[in-house]
């Protein structure tokens, strides 16, 4: 019965069980105490899942490698990365899962460095990693300040020989895609046997985000004629890069695409994508055009791109002022809002508008923040080898 309702919707009919059982004089064991704290975790339960911890110590299971594993994973989901690092180091058995729990705690709890280490005391302690772990950790390589511990996982790969299935393959290719190495992810999706939905779409996504957009697009055709269907996420990945490498016609083809072909719905991320690649392409018009044909309003970021495309190209559309009022409606207090609906309102000389603006955003007391980006220094392994430059 605990085991029954801790993997139904309602977990938390497993803990009334588990406290009958308790008020009755029976005990849980190492079966029924995994499922006991995993209802604690799918139910976010912080407060009951420290108390049947109490319990399991006081009932002398703190040893037991299925229960500390299910602690670990419970403490990793209530991101209490300390408790959890003390689970695991009264663990008197310790094997490949455990190992890898740890990591992918550290992981979560962003980390990096400390997931890292975990990873090299598991070496040193001769606990052979599998995909599952490698795949847990390598998150934590795309990190600016690890650089070459992504190449040494890569390279323990390749030595060991593990099978570069879909989900290893995938990581790692989107760990050179956040190290901007795109040479290195194309040859890692190239090497990959079966490629799934997810693969490809991070891989479109990597060459999307690095100004490789015919290679994209020519990716994207490779992945229909393999007979991969796209989804929604995939559609705006590929959107996204024809909006970057300025690809119009591409974009209204894929758009059309999403339901003629797929029976796909268009969403605001979809809507928002066609109102960038119209606006970067001065089809000012046109871009309004999708905006009045949606059916749910436009939010923030649609609103804020269709605004500044309107400023760089010195265009305004009807309706302008009534965008500009939502636009600083939907999020009062950001104060770049009110700096790019000032210079909007200046192109139709608007300057009462452009005053207003400016005096609210005095009254509120916001700022616009500036802008920032970051150089890694020659310590590919070291945090504080990092310089960062503000602007705006």
Partial sequence: MIRSYANSPDPAESLKIFRRMRQNGIHADSYSYPFVIMACRKGLRVWDGRGVHGLVVKDGLGGDKYV??????????????????????????RDVTSWSLLIAAYVTCDCPNDALEVFRSMIRNNIKPNNVTLVSLLPSCGHVSNRMAGLSVHSHIVVNSLCLDSALGTALLSMYSQRGSIESAVRVFRSIEQKNLQCWTVMLSCLAHHGRGEDAIALFTEMENSGVTPDSLAFTVILTCCSHSGLVDKG?????SMKGDYGLEPSMEHYGCMVDILGRAGLID???????IMP??????ILRSFIASCRYHGL???GDDELRR?????????????????NAASLSSSWSHVADTRLSMKKIGLKKVPGYS?????????????????GG
């Fill in 68 to 93: 500390g594993d299910a602690l670990l994973r419970m403490y990793t989901e209530f991101d209490e990365i300390v408790m959890g690092r003390k689970v695991f180091d009264e663990m008197p058995e």
């Fill in 252 to 256: 209204w083809k894929y758009f059309q």
């Fill in 286 to 292: 046109e871009a309004y055009g999708i905006i009045k």
């Fill in 296 to 301: 749910m309003g436009p939010n923030p970021v």
């Fill in 316 to 318: 305004v559309v009807e």
């Fill in 326 to 342: 939502l636009l600083i409606e939907s999020e009062p207090n950001v104060g770049a809002n009110y700096v790019l609906a000032a």
């Fill in 374 to 390: 970051w150089m890694e220094g020659s310590d590919g392994f070291v945090q504080e080898a990092l310089t960062v430059f503000t």
